[in-house]
């Protein structure tokens, strides 16, 4: 059974950076596709950065471009969100997710294209 655990929210200022960490347990190949998505309070989940071709390909969503960086640790096996110059609409619970399947663009940034899931890690930007 493969388990999704995130770790590394916390609260910080605006203009400030985070770096979440998500452990992948139990899985016995490489994953096709991973993604990091966050919720706020009242809105939907949204993808926010996702790598395909076990890492050749990254996609961000438009709001974090330029801030926020993907990367995978093989070794460790753990998804990184490099999160920097942190804003106000960036808070929420961040979720790591992961799937074998393959998709076509950016899908990976879409709920419905993800199989695996964490539980979240809580991350609180204030001003």
């Known amino acids: 059974q493969i388990q999704l655990v995130e770790s590394g929210g916390g609260e910080v200022h605006t203009g400030g950076s985070l770096r979440l960490s998500c452990a992948t347990i139990?899985?016995?190949?490489?994953?096709?596709?991973v993604a990091w998505f966050r919720q706020a309070p009242g809105k939907e989940r949204e993808g926010v950065a996702c790598m395909t071709d076990v890492g050749e390909t990254t996609y961000y969503a438009d709001s974090v471009k330029e801030r926020f960086t993907i990367s995978i640790d093989k070794v460790q096996r753990r998804v990184i969100l490099e999160m920097n110059d942190l804003k106000a609409e960036d808070p929420g619970v961040y979720y790591c997710?992961?799937?074998?399947?393959?998709?076509?663009?950016?899908?990976?940034?879409?709920?419905?294209?993800?199989?695996?899931w964490g539980q979240g890690t809580q991350v609180t930007v204030s001003s």
């Open positions: 997710a992961t799937d074998y399947g393959t998709s076509d663009g950016d899908s990976c940034l879409t709920t419905a294209s993800m199989l695996s």
């Open positions: 139990g899985a016995t190949r490489d994953y096709y596709k």
